[in-house]
């Protein structure tokens, strides 16, 4: 059996489980750090450990590219190959229909790019996509999915919702290895209300209110004894939100991304390295972060490397990926022990000091079944007191999910 699901607490439609995969157990609510090419750039895999990863993102279409999945298949699959035992999931490359769209020609039978290594066309069907997956490994392998951004409207979502639909009956037919990985799918329905069903469509340049609005569609129609994946999510916030309306796994570049900028995550949002107020500043990152990195390094010393050093940029990444790691080892605790109420607040309450929460998130928590009005203030009245709203301390932004 590919997968276990059980659900070991709750909250309305939270969920705290257990999910067990061919190379791991693993607890949700959890994030998956994006490891495109077999590798979270900076970080050993021991370090990925140390942080308490528990499933790390590979993408069919780079890695079908480079090393090549047959040479993946050689060397006994991408956990051996990159030297991680815990566990692994696969995108389909279908993102790819967007993210390079002017490389890429979408029919029925499947996408064709153009390699941006080489120049010549590959194409990937639906059944090659599976075929490179079974070939790589991975514990969670991907459907194929048409892809469409969220900002798009018109017929195009209703023709990347039908196709989509036809395209994971050929995912399910090409899957050879249904015993060792498990296949999930994506049903793309951009956001309308009607078509869309899994959450593989969001995360594309959409507003939040429609964001959310989706998320709550979908985890409500979506099976109970199933994980709920929402795909490219990884602002702290959104994580928090998506979780409360019954979401269980996220993956995203931004943890790691963000740190090659110079930024970290902290309680208050998010903390540019780069400023000049960070140049004498003798204080980890962040006093109550028990990381590596907080518990050896200063601002200041961080800040010397952001613009000078790689390794400015591999100690952000561990320190970002920490953050998240325990904000889901939170999120799993509080439900489970019956407090996920509270840590919902005192998390809002960090972030939005002044009570500032945007209306998006406290529409979802009333949808969610959350009552945070302990932590919220009349959002008019709190803009006229504070117009600006950029810093809470020079070099401090705070992070609302939009960045």
């Known amino acids: 059996m590919a997968l276990r699901f059980e659900i070991l607490g709750r909250f309305n439609r939270?969920?705290?489980?257990?999910?067990?995969?061919?190379?791991?157990?693993?607890?949700?609510?959890?994030f998956m750090p994006v490891g495109t090419q077999g590798t979270i750039k900076g970080l050993t895999t021991?370090?990925?450990?140390?942080?308490?990863?528990?499933?790390?993102?590979?993408?069919?279409?780079?890695l079908a590219l480079r090393p090549t999945s047959e040479l993946l298949d050689e060397a006994g699959g991408l956990h051996k190959f990159m030297n991680w035992p815990r566990a692994l999931l696969t995108d389909s490359g279908g993102f790819q229909m967007v993210s390079l769209l002017h490389l890429a020609d979408i029919t029925e039978k499947g996408v064709t790019f153009q390699s941006p290594v080489d120049g010549k066309p590959m194409l990937l069907t639906p059944e090659e996509s599976i075929q490179i997956q079974n070939r790589i490994g991975a514990d969670i392998i991907m459907a194929l999915d048409d892809v469409?951004?969220?900002t798009i409207t018109g017929p195009r979502i209703e023709e990347a919702m039908y196709r989509t639909l036809r395209w994971i009956d050929r995912c399910i037919a090409a899957h050879k290895r249904p015993h060792e990985q498990n296949l999930f799918g994506i049903v793309q329905g951009g956001l309308d209300p009607v078509l869309s069903y899994a959450i593989g469509g969001l995360a594309g340049g959409e507003d939040k209110d429609s964001f959310w609005r989706v998320v709550a569609q979908c985890t409500a129609a979506l099976p109970e004894?199933?994980?709920?994946?929402?795909?490219?999510?990884?602002?702290?916030?959104?994580?928090?939100v998506c979780?409360?309306?019954?979401?269980?796994?996220?993956d995203c570049v931004y943890p790691t991304r963000t740190a090659r900028f110079g930024t970290a995550l902290v309680p208050q949002g998010v903390l540019k390295l780069?400023?000049?107020?960070?140049?004498?500043?003798?204080r980890p990152i962040d006093p109550s972060c028990s990381c590596m990195v907080c518990k050896n390094y200063t601002r200041a010393y961080i800040h010397c490397l952001v613009t000078k050093d790689a390794m400015g940029s591999q100690l952000l990444s561990y320190h970002n990926l920490y953050y998240i790691m325990q904000l889901s080892r939170d999120l799993y605790s509080s439900i489970t022990e019956g407090r996920f109420p509270e840590f919902v607040c005192d998390f809002l309450h960090k972030m939005f000091p002044e009570g500032d929460v945007p209306e998006w998130v406290c529409n979802a928590m009333e949808v969610a079944g959350i009552d945070i009005s302990s932590c919220c203030a009349p959002f008019?009245?709190?803009?006229?007191?504070?117009?600006?709203?950029?810093?809470?301390?020079?070099?401090?932004?705070?992070?609302?999910?939009?960045?």
């Open 14 to 30: 939270a969920r705290a489980a257990r999910l067990t995969l061919p190379q791991y157990v693993c607890q949700t609510p959890l």
């Open 46 to 62: 021991n370090q990925l450990e140390e942080i308490g990863c528990q499933i790390i993102l590979g993408n069919t279409y780079h």
């Open 148 to 150: 469409v951004r969220t």
């Open 225 to 240: 004894d199933k994980p709920r994946y929402v795909m490219g999510v990884g602002y702290p916030l959104d994580i928090v």
């Open 243 to 250: 979780s409360a309306l019954g979401a269980d796994m996220y």
């Open 274 to 282: 780069k400023h000049r107020a960070m140049a004498d500043d003798t």
């Open 380 to 403: 008019s009245s709190y803009q006229e007191r504070n117009p600006e709203n950029c810093f809470r301390e020079e070099g401090m932004e705070m992070k609302s999910g939009t960045l």
